[in-house]
Antibody
């Protein structure tokens, strides 16, 4: 079964750090570009970050640039998001998603909740 | 950044109705427009990619059209399972992907 499973979410204080993971199975992870997308409670979808299949090309949304770092380990079929200097406005469900032709996100994980609060 | 504006923000309709949702881009994005459906507590699901291509497994009552700046998602005959929130997404600019604000489709 084609699947993405996120983990690592939780409650963290403002200014703190958290590392999210996304485990892929059922497809050739190393051949896919990957993204992180988040959704604040009751709000819409916000793209967070992109990484190419080999990891050489990376992009970030302005809202997280300089604070978040995306990475991947193709040998472990895993995607990561290191989140530092967290703010209340980073509170959201974080999804990992694979990117296919025309830039569409065809496979999504179930999401992991990150809450930034004191 | 390319801004995506959906209309309406919410919509009430009945089972069997034909429904159209519009998405407008702040600049031309060719056909780099995708549509997603999201149900409460669930991850988004890809419905349409490249403006008009139906994702595998998606019912044929869903269709997409448009190019440049104006796009539409049409559901030809609403089914009970179609009541959800729909998002458009531009993928023209890989370094800055943007989504529309969403259209909530409710039962009348």
């Amino acid at each position: 079964e084609v699947q993405l499973v996120e983990s690592g979410g939780g409650l963290v204080q403002p200014g703190g750090s958290l590392r999210l993971s996304c485990a892929a199975s059922g497809f050739t992870f190393s051949g896919y570009e990957m993204n992180w997308v988040r959704q604040a409670p009751g709000k819409g979808l916000e793209w967070v970050s992109y990484i190419s299949s080999g990891g050489s090309t990376i992009y970030y949304a302005d809202s997280v640039k300089g604070r978040f770092t995306i990475s991947r380990d193709n040998a472990k079929n895993s995607l990561y998001l290191q989140m530092n200097s967290l703010r209340a406005e980073d509170t959201a469900v974080y999804y990992c998603a694979s990117r296919v032709g025309w830039g569409a996100f065809d496979i999504w994980g179930q999401g992991t909740m990150v809450t930034v609060s004191s | 950044d390319i801004q995506m504006t959906q209309s309406p923000s919410s919509l009430s309709a009945s089972v069997g109705d034909r429904v159209t949702i519009t998405c407008r881009a702040s600049q031309s994005i060719s056909s780099y427009l995708n549509w997603y459906q999201q149900k409460p507590g669930k991850a988004p699901k890809l419905l349409i990619y490249a403006a008009s291509s139906l994702q595998s497994g998606v019912p044929s009552r869903f269709s997409g059209s448009g190019s440049g700046t104006d796009f539409t998602l049409t559901i030809s005959s609403l089914q009970p399972e179609d009541f959800a929130t729909y998002y458009c997404q531009q993928s023209y600019s890989t370094l800055s992907i943007t989504f529309g604000q969403g259209t909530r489709l409710e039962i009348k």
